[in-house]
């Protein structure tokens, strides 16, 4: 069985200022974005997820049950609706905004995962790969 929960660091992104850039991100934003590397700590509590992302200048949490739709709050206080879903070794986020549909799928294996994000109306896709610590 996949082991979701940990603590993970962001080592490499590939197409992360293009898809940042797509989906309307302004340029100031998009800089500091792609220049930080983030931790992300994943933990349940009973059917309770709870997805801590942090960097040098902010950090946000989300705390969700699968398959039921939430509210995420983005940097400069833009909301979208998020559902995730776990499939396999994948955990799975379809999120809907002003700005369009997107998806982020979380591939995990022993040492960690990769995250592909893909904008829907622009077809672009963003890796990034995280290790677990």
Do not use: C
């Not at 200022?17 to 998009?30: K, L, N, Q, T």
């Not at 992302?53 to 709050?73: A, D, H, I, V, W």
């Amino acid at each position: 069985m996949t082991n979701f929960e940990g603590t993970f660091t962001n080592f490499k992104n590939e197409k992360l200022d293009e898809f940042y850039s797509a989906i309307g991100i302004p340029w100031v934003a998009r800089k500091m974005m792609t220049a930080s590397s983030p931790t992300i700590e994943i933990s349940k509590s009973d059917d309770k997820w709870t997805v801590k992302t942090s960097t040098l200048m902010s950090s946000s949490s989300n705390t969700f049950q699968l398959g039921q739709e939430y509210e995420e709050t983005m940097m400069g206080g833009r909301s979208i609706k998020n559902t995730t879903v776990i499939e396999d070794n994948k955990m799975i986020t379809t999120s809907q905004s002003d700005r369009g549909k997107s998806q982020r799928v979380m591939e995990f294996d022993d040492n960690g995962f990769i995250m592909t994000m893909t904008h829907e109306k622009t077809e672009l896709v963003a890796v990034r790969h995280f290790k677990r610590v």
